[in-house]
C-alpha cells in the first residue's frame, strides 16, 4: 500500500468516530465486482465476486453472515443495478455513491483499493448517497424512459417517410402540418397501397385540415416510382411498429400508477378543470386523474406543466420530497441552483454545474414554453431573458417551476397565477423603492409624478 494513502488512513482513523460499523464497501465492474469489510469481521475481509447472480447472492450471504447491515457502492454504468437491487432485496442498506465524491481519493490503483477506501469512508460517515426512488418510483421510470427512446424511434421514421414523399416529390410535408395526423396518414396509407392519382390522395382530406383540397391535390402530383414507395411503405410500418411498443408501455405505466394508488385515498374535493390540451405523445389513458389521486393535488394546474410533464417528474423526482430537507437542497439536486465557487471570501463563480438530470431537463423545456404565455412566470422569463440573456432566463424560470414543484408535493400548496400585469406592476413597484433608497443616501428626495402633471 503506497506511504500516502497509509499516512491519510492513519488520519482518518485517528482524528474520526465510526458512525457506521457494519459498513461494507463495494467497487462494482463490468465481469466481477469487489468488496471490502473491516479487517477484525473476517479472515479474509476482501473478497471477488463474478457478475452472474448466482454470485451476487453467494455475495449477500457472505455480508450477512459477517454482519454487515450497509453498503457503499459507486454507481458505475449501468452494472450497479442488479447488485443494488439484489441487495437491497436482501434488506441490506444500500448507499449509491457518485464515482465524483471519490474520483480524488489517493492511492488508488487496484480495485480492492477501491473496495477498502469506500468501505472506510463509509464507515466513518464520509459518503453521502445518490437520490434513488422507491421501488414502485423506479419501475414506473424505467417503462417511462422505455416509452420516450420508442416515441425518438417513431419520430426518426417520420423523417424517413418524409425523406421518401421528397424523392417523389409530394410535398405533403409542406401543405399539412404533421404527417402523422389524420390527414397525412390517411394519405401516406394510401399511397402505400397504391392510390397515386392527385384527386383520388386529395378525397382523403380530413375537414379539420387547414390546407384546401386544391392545395392538397397540387402538393401529390408526383413521380412515383417503386423504390420510393418502397422506401415510404417500410419506414411507415417501422412507424406503426414503434406505435405500437408505445402503447405497450401505456399498459405497463397505467398498471404501475394502479399499484401505486391502491394504498391511497382519493381527495374529497374534484379535480379541478383541465388547462392543458392533450399533446401527441402522451399516453391515451387518463394520465392526470390517476396523478390527482397519487399526489393529492393537480400539478397539471402549474403553467409549464402538462399532466405527461408531471408524470415524468415523478418518475424522476419521486413523490416523497422529505428527501430533500428544503428547496434550495432540491433545486441544488437538479444543478438548477448556482454552483458558488468563493475563495477568501471573493465569488469566483456561480455557474450551474453541467449536469443529464432528466428532470431539470424537462424544466427547463417547461421554462421556454412558459416564456410564450402572459403569466407571472412568463413576465419573469421575458424580462430576464433581455437583461442576461435566454440561457440563464431558462434556468432561473426552471428553477422556479421546480420551488412550484417541490412545495405542492410537500406542503400542499395551491397554485394561483397572479398573471403578468401583477408581475409588472410589483416589477416597477420594486425599481422605484430602490432607486428612492438610493436618492435618500445621497441626500435627494424622489418624487413620483403621475402622466396628468405634465412634466417632461
Known sequence: MPD?????????????????????????????????????????????????????????????????????????????????????????????????????????????????????????????????PRAEVAQLRTYLRLREQMVEYAAAHVQHMQKALMQMNVQLHHVVSDITGATGLRIVRAIVAGTHGPEELARYRDVRCGASEETIREALTGNYRAEHVFGLKQALELWDF?????????????????????????????????????????????????????????????????????????????????????????????????????????????KTRRSSNRAAALLRIAAVNIGKTQTSLGAFYRRLSARVGKAKAVTATARKLAVLFYRALRFGLAYADPGAEYYEERYRRRVFENLQRRARGLGFTLVETTKSSGVS
Request: net charge neutral; aromatic share 8%; charged share 25%.
Open 242 to 350: 414503434h406505435q405500437a411498443k408505445v402503447a405497450e408501455c401505456d399498459v405497463e405505466i397505467e398498471a404501475v400508477l394502479k399499484s401505486l394508488n391502491e394504498t391511497r385515498v382519493e381527495p374529497g374535493r374534484p379535480i379541478p378543470a383541465m388547462r392543458h390540451a392533450k399533446a401527441r405523445n402522451e399516453p391515451k389513458f387518463d394520465v392526470r386523474s390517476a396523478l390527482y389521486t397519487l399526489l393529492g393535488a393537480d400539478l397539471s394546474q402549474i403553467h409549464g406543466f402538462g399532466p405527461y410533464t408531471v408524470l415524468r417528474l415523478v418518475a424522476e423526482c419521486g413523490d416523497d420530497m422529505n428527501k430533500w430537507p428544503t428547496a434550495k437542497h432540491f433545486t441544488s439536486w437538479l444543478t438548477l441552483a448556482p454552483g458558488n465557487k468563493i475563495s477568501g471570501g471573493r465569488l469566483l463563480s456561480s
Open 4 to 132: 500516502k494513502e497509509k499516512r491519510t488512513r492513519a488520519r482518518l482513523s485517528s482524528g474520526l468516530s465510526t458512525i457506521n460499523e457494519h459498513a461494507a464497501g463495494l467497487d462494482v465492474g463490468s465481469t466481477f465486482h469487489v468488496v471490502a469489510v473491516r479487517g477484525d469481521q473476517d479472515d479474509e475481509p476482501v473478497r471477488t465476486f463474478r457478475s452472474f447472480s448466482g454470485d451476487l447472492h453467494q455475495m449477500a450471504d457472505w455480508l450477512t453472515s459477517v454482519g454487515i447491515k450497509t453498503v457503499a457502492m459507486e454507481s458505475t454504468g449501468v452494472y450497479w443495478i442488479p447488485v443494488f437491487e439484489i441487495l437491497e432485496a436482501r434488506g441490506f442498506e444500500v448507499l449509491l455513491v457518485n464515482a465524483r465524491a471519490v474520483k480524488n481519493v489517493p492511492g488508488r490503483k487496484t480495485d480492492v483499493n477501491d473496495a477498502q477506501w469506500l468501505q472506510q469512508l463509509h464507515q466513518y460517515g464520509l459518503l453521502r448517497g445518490s437520490f434513488h
